[in-house]
């Protein structure tokens, strides 16, 4: 997983499920926002404790993980769809089962084993917290049975006292653990009768019913329903990148528009005068249309071809050390919170320094974590990896923080 992928995506009309072969700059751009939620979450820690107006100044572009997750959620529609694009077709050849078994050997085994390494660390800090040996605050009791139940079973997303216990970014792999049943059940279908544009229409609608008609506390909003429509940007944005020209307007947006959209949508979602009190899917919706476009472009740009020639954007994202980051980017997503989480409570009764603290987790913890993730991905990932390189497995979308 470490060496670069290529720069193609492969797929044949015989075996259109088979997830396509990675594109160089899928890896670099997860690679990259994974490590923007690891320093997210090292200055989370650290945002209560007053650093001063200049820290603060300083530190406000560490303050949007949570668009990470919208990132990651559209390349996963992405890459699932892209295959099936190329082939012509709207089903999985396959059937439900097969397309399954690989979802689950591709998620499940590390999510597992990041689960038992967080309800260890809990565990500890717990027993540690009640003989005084950490501070940061009180260690919830977050390992009684239904919230363990919970997170095994994956619906711990859909009661908020269950959704951030044990290891809070995990919240995000059960939620698309379940889109990944609305995608051939539900998505699917509504794309080969209404169109991929419709079916985003569509998809964002339905999933807002709950929040627009219900009570807050019934309406799972914290579970983020509308990253199905996001996953279905995703779907058209496969569609538009297999179709090449041959589908005006869609295939002639990013040309037209391209920079100036991403750059907007992003920008409004993360504008400091963007409304507090604005209902949340409207920033992840400008970041899922901008992160669309962007992925539009990148690979019309990659299947140009000229490495010598390639846009700015094309060389950091197909960097050698961007690519690698994306190889560790689901297990590094797994396991960085809680021992971020634990460094931070042992340092914060032995370090007065607010600033101290949060260059510890910086540019001490987020090394270690490189480290961590590197022997957790060889020892509870790699081995359930498909290698072979023309259906290399689609990486999970590793969805960031809240």
């Known amino acids: 997983m470490m060496s670069r992928p290529s720069g193609r995506c492969e797929t044949t009309a015989a075996q259109p499920d088979a997830p396509c072969q990675h594109l160089a700059f899928l890896d670099g751009l997860r690679g990259i926002a994974a490590l923007y939620v690891v320093i997210f979450h090292a200055y989370y820690f650290t945002r209560e404790i007053d650093l001063g107006p200049a820290a603060e100044i300083a530190t406000l572009w560490m303050n949007y993980g949570h668009y990470a997750v919208d990132v990651f959620i559209v390349l996963s529609g992405f890459c699932l769809m892209l295959p099936l694009a190329r082939a012509g077709v709207d089903e999985l050849p396959n059937g439900f089962g097969s397309y399954l078994y690989r979802r689950a050997r591709r998620i499940l085994p590390p999510y597992y084993a990041a689960l038992a390494m967080s309800a260890a660390l809990v565990y500890a800090g717990q027993a540690m917290q009640r003989h005084g040996q950490v501070g940061g605050g009180q260690i919830n009791d977050a390992l009684t049975p239904d919230i363990v139940l919970s997170h095994i079973f994956m619906v711990h997303n859909l009661d908020f006292t269950w959704a951030h216990r044990i290891n809070t970014p995990l919240w995000s792999v059960a939620t698309e653990w379940q889109i990944y049943f609305v995608f051939p059940l539900a998505l699917l279908p509504l794309r080969r009768r209404l169109g991929s544009a419709a079916t985003v229409g569509v998809a964002l609608v339905v999933s807002l019913l709950p929040w627009l008609l219900l009570p807050e506390e019934r309406s799972f909003y914290w579970a983020y329903p509308w990253f199905v429509a996001l996953f279905a940007m995703g779907m058209l944005a496969a569609r538009v990148v297999a179709s090449g020209e041959a589908h005006p307007p869609l295939a002639r947006w990013p040309r037209l528009f391209g920079w ?143």
């Open 260 to 402: 100036p959209v991403i750059l907007l949508c992003y920008g409004l979602a993360c504008l400091p005068c963007f409304p507090y009190d604005a209902p949340e899917w409207i920033a992840d919706v400008l970041v899922g249309i901008g992160t669309t476009y962007l992925v539009i472009m990148c690979a019309r740009r990659a299947r140009r071809g000229d490495a010598g020639r390639r846009h700015l954007s094309m060389r950091l994202l197909e960097s050698r050390w961007a690519v690698g980051l994306g190889g560790l980017s689901y297990s590094l997503y797994l396991i960085h919170n809680p021992i971020q989480q634990a460094i931070f409570r042992l340092a914060s009764g032995r370090i007065a320094s607010p600033h101290a603290l949060l260059l510890l987790q910086i540019f001490v913890t987020t090394p270690l974590l490189l480290a961590a993730a590197y022997v957790f991905h060889r020892m509870f990932e790699r081995p359930f990896l498909n290698h072979s390189p023309a259906q290399r497995e689609v990486r999970p979308a590793m969805a960031a923080t809240r």
